[in-house]
Each structure stands twice: as structure tokens, then as C-alpha cells.
């Protein structure tokens, strides 16, 4: 296995991608020279570009450096991406993110989240968590911090928190000493096949747990007993019987105030500013790390009260305080996530009229989940679809955004373009307004590219 002191010069293909970002900027910080390839110009490449982390957006094997020790790729490529090929067929050292996360984390104390959803949000919080009361430690996030415009942050204390991704079984080269579970839930179809055998997996996966470290699992995993760890604790937003809940849950101006009580222990007053009733939940899971690592009470109440949230994490594109319209925006692309993104904007705007739109992620997701979706979106008021975002997937015959339109109940549903949705948002926002107690929540939701709409969808909601 390469060294990390060996590698003077590495290369990303798919540099873009935001776990691959996070550890080009780990080699970065650290005075590698840095480099990669992504298909198109997003936020995030040109924020790498102005750290000074080159990006090529050609696939042109002229163009890549020889001189690499190293070069990293997403399994999202193609097998046929020219620079990949090159790469393999004269002997440089190939290897996926996880085999470099491995390589990161083999000497450190390491927190890892995993789970279908929630792991981003956990993991984010538990390394703010970590940096704000200055215990300290090296990020690895899925998504980009609010508090620091970033997806990895650098410690001098060799601790590591990770997001422990189980697609393609990459948590497997993992070793926690802490490991968090979110949820089990059916995912990834096209990878395991079966529900099953995506639940061996995440099994599997506490397997790696270092002999006296701890789970902290969401209460009510249908397997439970089977996952293994020397300490085990159980975790929800309000059920009694795990062994961390909350109690005294409030909503005051928009934030969330509760306590936290485990066993031999209560952190009172704490006060959550994110909206999102998963994210409290979220957030009791981080500060159970943070118990565990015996991070003082009054540092854990300041950094959660500081926490300003995820992009693209209920993240508001237009606030509460700024009109009657409500802006949200996430990343919901699987049925649970979207039930609590709903959920949680319910509980925060319980009279506002609910516009959502969501963008499917992946031909097989929605082909294997299309009830899921169907069911949870039915919770909104008003749907409005948009074709299926491919990634990294062909189409597949007869499975469209309509297989999830025909399966809801709702009344006020329909698919749109991109170009259709920006002329009507205006529109559709307004009738909303109008009709509506407080005023319109209007939320965009999907992993896809749905985002690069929120700049043009919010001057045309603000001119209305």
C-alpha cells in the first residue's frame, strides 16, 4: 500500500465530486501538488480552481499530468474515460476514494458515519462539534459546512471524522473507534440486488469497529441484535425508550430548543437554529459523539447553538424573516429523507401553503422506490416534477418521472422542464401566496443538478 509520505503529486478524476473534493483538499493543505479532471464547471470546481487546485474539463490524455504518484477516481466514471485508461495501462498507482480514506485513516481515532440518509448532516455536526469547542479534528463531510464554506477542514489532533459512504461497499475499509448508523433502508438496488443483503452490509460494517469502541445506532433498526460493538447505544428523536432523546422540545422564532437526556446524563437548553425536525435528531446523535469523547457540557451547547447547517441541507434559499415566501432547498432524493424534509418544514410552517419541487436522481432508484416517492410527496400540497437526473446511469425503458406522477393521489401534481418551471415560478408562488394563511413555502429537493436553478428561481420568486 502507498505511502502518504510518498506522494508528492496526485490526480482526481472526477475532482468535483463532493467526497473526492474533500480529500483533493486534504493533499492540498498538506503541499501536494493537486489536480483533476470533471465534466463541467460547478461551484465547488471553480472554488477548487481558486485554492489553487488545477481542474481539467477535457478528457484529453495530452492534457494529464505524467508526473502523479497517485491518482484517485470516482466509480461514478466511465470505464472508457480516456485519462482512466491511460492511468491503468502504464502502471500508475490507481486506486477508488475509499482505498485513500483508508490509506488517511489507518493510524487515527475515527468517527464514522454511515447510514441511507442523515450521515452527511451527522457527520458535519459532530465536526463542528469537535473544532468549535476545540478538541479538534481532520473532516472528511459529503457536504459543504455553512460555518465554513467547506467540506474538510485539517487538525493537528489525529482525529478523523468521515462519511462513511455505503455505496459500493466503500465503509467496508473503514476502522472506527466510534461509528454512527442513521438508517438501513433500501438503497443502492443496482449495487446489493436486495434489501438483505444491504442490511449484511451495514453488519458488516460495525464488523470494523475497533475492539472497545462504540455504536451509536438509530432505535428501531429491524437489526439491531446483529450489529456488533463492544458498546452500543441507541439513539431517537423522542422515543423514551432510547437510550438518547429529547425532552421539552419547543420552536421559538424559527429555532429549536430541547434537552438532551442519556443515561446518568441531561444537556439542558439546548438551542438548535436549522429547521428540520431530523435534524434535532441529527444533532442528538453528534452530541452523543461529543458525550463520548467527554467534550465539556457548556462546549457542546455553544457549538450547537453556532451550527449554521449543510448546503443543500434544509438550507433556506430565502428566510422566514425576509417576506411571505419561504425558500427551502435539500438534497432529499430518497422516500425517507423526503417524508422528513416534509415533516420538518410542516413543523416549522404548519399554516403556508407547500409547493415542492423534486428532481428523481437515478433511473434504477426511481424505478426500484417509485411507491416510496408517490407516498412521501403526497404530504406536500402542491408537486411539481422533474425528468429523472441520470448521473451515471442510461436510461431505462419505461421508467420516467411519470412512473412516480401516476402512483400519487395528490390533486395538484404535474412534471415540468427546467425552462417551464422558471417561466411559471412566479405564477405558482403567487395563486399559493394568495390562497395561503401565512404565505407559500416553496421547497426544491434532489440530488441532481435541481441546485443550479436556485440563483434564477429565487430573483423570479423575489420579483413577485
Known amino acids: 500500500m502507498i505511502q502518504l509520505n510518498d506522494i508528492k503529486a496526485v490526480y482526481f478524476i472526477g475532482v468535483g465530486g463532493i467526497g473526492m473534493s474533500a480529500i483533493a483538499r486534504f493533499f492540498h493543505e498538506k503541499g501536494v501538488k493537486v489536480s483533476g479532471y470533471d465534466k463541467t464547471v460547478t461551484p465547488l470546481t471553480s472554488q477548487l480552481e481558486s485554492e489553487g487546485i488545477e481542474v481539467l474539463y477535457k478528457d484529453e490524455v495530452e492534457m494529464i499530468p505524467k508526473d502523479v504518484q497517485l491518482v484517485v477516481y470516482t466509480p461514478a466514471i466511465p470505464k472508457d474515460h480516456q485519462g482512466y485508461q491511460y492511468y491503468l495501462q502504464n502502471g500508475y498507482s490507481v486506486v477508488k476514494r475509499s482505498d485513500v480514506l483508508q490509506i488517511i485513516t489507518q493510524s487515527s481515532l475515527n468517527i464514522c458515519v454511515a447510514g441511507t440518509h442523515g450521515k452527511t448532516t451527522i457527520s458535519t455536526i459532530t465536526g463542528h462539534l469537535l473544532r468549535h469547542s476545540g478538541f479538534g479534528c481532520n473532516a472528511f463531510l459529503g457536504g459543504i459546512a455553512v460555518n465554513y464554506n467547506s467540506n474538510f477542514w485539517a487538525s493537528e489532533n489525529n482525529v478523523c471524522v468521515v462519511e462513511a459512504d455505503e455505496y459500493d461497499r466503500s465503509f467496508h475499509k473503514l476502522s472506527p473507534d466510534i461509528a454512527v448508523i442513521t438508517a438501513m433502508d433500501a438503497d443502492h438496488l443496482d449495487i446489493y440486488g436486495t434489501a438483505e443483503a444491504m442490511e449484511e452490509a451495514f453488519i458488516e460494517f460495525t464488523g470494523k469497529i475497533k475492539p472497545g469502541g462504540w455504536l451509536i445506532s438509530k432505535h428501531g433498526l429491524k437489526r439491531k441484535n446483529d ?56 444533532a442528538i446523535a453528534a452530541i452523543a459523539v461529543a458525550h463520548i469523547l467527554k467534550i465539556e457540557d457548556e462546549k457542546i451547547r455553544m457549538a450547537v447553538a453556532d451550527f449554521k447547517g449543510v448546503k443543500r441541507r434544509f438550507e433556506y434559499v430565502i428566510a422566514p424573516a425576509d417576506g411571505e415566501i419561504v425558500f427551502v432547498d435539500d438534497y432529499a432524493h430518497h422516500p ?27 433511473f434504477t432508484r426511481t424505478r426500484d422506490l417509485a411507491d416510496g416517492f408517490a407516498e412521501s410527496l403526497d ?15 442510461l436510461p431505462i425503458e419505461a421508467v420516467s418521472s411519470e412512473l412516480i406522477l401516476d402512483k400519487m393521489k395528490l390533486t395538484k401534481k404535474r412534471i415540468v422542464t427546467k425552462e417551464e418551471l422558471l417561466n411559471e415560478v412566479n405564477g405558482i408562488v403567487g395563486e399559493a401566496t394568495n390562497n395561503s394563511i401565512e404565505g407559500a413555502l416553496f421547497i426544491t429537493a434532489g440530488a441532481g443538478d435541481i441546485d443550479a436553478l436556485l440563483p434564477e428561481l429565487k430573483k423570479k420568486i423575489e420579483q413577485k
Open 227 to 282: 450489529l456488533i460493538a463492544d458498546h452500543h447505544i441507541t439513539y431517537h428523536l423522542n422515543d423514551r425508550h432510547a437510550d438518547v432523546h429529547t425532552t421539552n422540545l419547543q420552536v421559538k422564532n424559527g429555532a429549536y430548543l430541547f434537552d438532551v437526556l442519556m443515561k446518568d446524563w441531561i444537556l439542558k437548553d439546548v438551542q438548535l437554529n436549522i429547521g428540520g425536525l431530523h435534524n434535532i435528531e441529527n
Open 379 to 393: 404530504m406536500a400540497d402542491e408537486v411539481l416534477l422533474l425528468p429523472i437526473y441520470p448521473a451515471r446511469e
Open 336 to 362: 425517507e429523507e423526503l417524508k422528513a424534509l416534509i415533516t420538518g418544514a410542516r413543523s416549522l410552517f404548519p399554516d403556508r401553503k407547500m409547493i415542492l419541487v423534486f428532481q428523481p436522481h437515478l
